[in-house]
């Protein structure tokens, strides 16, 4: 049987959000993820190898938010900005092994130009 997690994501999109700008959305979501028994259990492992401050992956959680305008026909502007919660995750490759990573706060640009 394989192993069991859970996830859910959910979002709202709003279209013409005035008279003046039809075309233009404007978009929130959230999700969620359950990290696996398997996953925590390789973190208990290096916890009992590098001792009890390693940290156990629980979740992770991302908060986004969106607005496409459009410039003219085919040509949109997209700034879009995400909120990544990491619940425990760590890089134990990275320089500072075993210390909980941030949350992530990333903003992003996107254009589209359609011929």
């Given at each position: 049987?394989?192993?069991?997690?859970?996830?859910?994501?959910?979002g709202l999109e709003?279209?013409?959000?005035?008279?003046?700008?039809?075309?233009?959305?404007?978009?929130?979501a959230a999700g969620y993820a359950h990290v696996s028994k398997r996953a925590q259990a390789l973190d208990f492992d290096y916890r009992a190898l590098a001792g009890p401050a390693w940290p156990v992956r629980r979740f992770e959680r991302l908060l986004t938010a969106v607005y496409q305008h459009q410039l003219r026909d085919g040509r949109t502007l997209q700034p879009n900005f995400q909120?990544?919660?990491?619940?425990?995750?760590?890089?134990?490759?990275?320089?500072?092994?075993?210390r909980a990573l941030k949350n992530a706060a990333v903003f992003g640009l996107r254009t589209t130009l359609k011929f």
């Open positions: 049987m394989g192993d069991l997690h859970s996830a859910a994501n959910a709003f279209i013409g959000l005035s008279d003046k700008r039809p075309d233009d959305k404007f978009g929130i909120y990544v919660i990491g619940g425990g995750a760590t890089d134990p490759a990275g320089p500072t092994p075993g």
